[in-house]
């Protein structure tokens, strides 16, 4: 708060008392009063109120300061009521008081908001399960039914079921460590679990799948990996070229982390897309190429990874080829 801004502010104030001043003076002088009598007087009016408004001034900034500085070092802004000294004059304590009015009513609002979304989430979790029971009994009856038809039926009943799966992996994805198990678990064993749910894309494109060296140890669960590998190998089929289509992967050892390479020689990434794949809702121009896409499996992978602290990599070229490299730390990492 600067004295400026102040007398700013004060300026009506001090201008109905200079002119008060200037209409009594004028009479006085023309009453024949002395001009000492007159200077007197000014000293008399002004000292105590220019006095009042420096020390009013003093309270003010040192008020308004200790809020600022508390604003800027504090990380949950929300919190400023709970941590604000009580002031010692009548304006300050009307200011704590609406601070913490609106404090409480936002965490009322906040609370009732957080009911709803829970309430959603778990509405969406036992949709999901629901309608497991479906899909899977449909894929019985085509496992007895076999023929060209019942095989296209359950092509899509694939596609039904990994756009359910992640449904249910987005609703949860704010809260990962309610559902997270860090445990010690074979690299290669997590890949041929993924591989093997898309063998029938793999044979049906034609698409050459060449495992390198995957005999590594890794600490996570694997239930959300095998997720996040599924969206990858799944876009890495999706977008092939369809003619001499290759997908490799493999695992490196680094210095603190096991890096898994999954990649293809397939359409690529225009360069102006690549900085944007891990938004939201974003498509790209593969997207629209390819069929329908709802832009959510990379955003979801990458914020699945940054929740269990992996690290998520994504490098390609138009018409060349994408390389994703998905990092684990090779000790039992906490959530963040």
């Known amino acids: 708060m600067k004295i400026i801004d102040y007398i700013r502010d004060k300026g009506i104030f001090l201008a109905v008392n200079l002119m008060s001043f200037i209409i009594i003076s004028f009479l006085m002088y023309f009453s024949n009063v002395a001009l000492v009598i007159i200077f007197l007087l000014f000293c008399v009016w002004f000292f105590p109120l220019f006095s009042y408004m420096l020390i009013e001034y003093i309270k003010f900034r040192k008020y308004f300061n200790t809020v600022e500085n508390i604003l800027e070092n504090l990380d949950k802004k929300y919190l400023l009521p709970e941590v604000l000294n009580e002031p ?15 404090s409480r009513d936002m965490h009322e609002n ?19 399960h629901e309608i497991k029971t479906p899909i899977a009994s449909t894929k019985l009856l085509i496992e007895n039914n076999t023929n060209e038809i019942t095989r296209k039926i359950d092509t899509q009943m694939d596609k039904i079921e990994n756009f359910v ?18 445990k010690k678990t074979e690299l290669s064993q997590v890949v041929k679990s993924v591989v093997k749910k898309n063998q029938r894309d793999f044979i049906g494109k034609r698409i050459s799948l060449q495992l390198g060296n995957l005999d590594e140890i890794i600490y996570s669960d694997t239930k959300w990996i095998e997720f996040i590998l599924n969206q990858i190998i799944g876009n890495a089929i999706k977008y092939s070229k369809g003619k001499d289509d290759k997908i490799k992967i493999e695992s490196k050892k680094l210095d603190n982390s096991v890096a898994l390479i999954i990649e293809d020689n397939g359409v690529g990434i225009i360069e102006r897309d ?6 939201k809702g974003f498509t790209g121009e593969n997207g629209r190429k390819f069929g329908k896409s709802t832009g ?41």
Not at 95 to 102: A, D, E, M, P, T
């Open 88 to 102: 010692n004059f009548i304006e300050g304590e009307e200011i704590n008081y609406i601070f913490k009015v609106l």
């Open 110 to 128: 906040v609370k009732y908001y957080k009911n709803i979304q829970e309430e959603y989430r778990e509405y969406i979790e036992t949709w999901v």
């Open 165 to 182: 799966e992640q449904v249910l992996y987005y609703s949860r994805s704010d809260e990962v460590g309610k559902d997270y198990i860090i």
């Open 274 to 279: 690549l900085n944007r794949i891990f938004e």
């Open 296 to 336: 959510i499996g990379l955003y979801l992978c990458k914020k699945l990874c940054d929740k269990m602290g992996l690290g998520l990599n994504i490098e390609s070229e138009e018409n060349k080829g994408t390389k994703v490299t998905v990092i684990f730390p090779r000790t039992e990492n906490l959530i963040h």
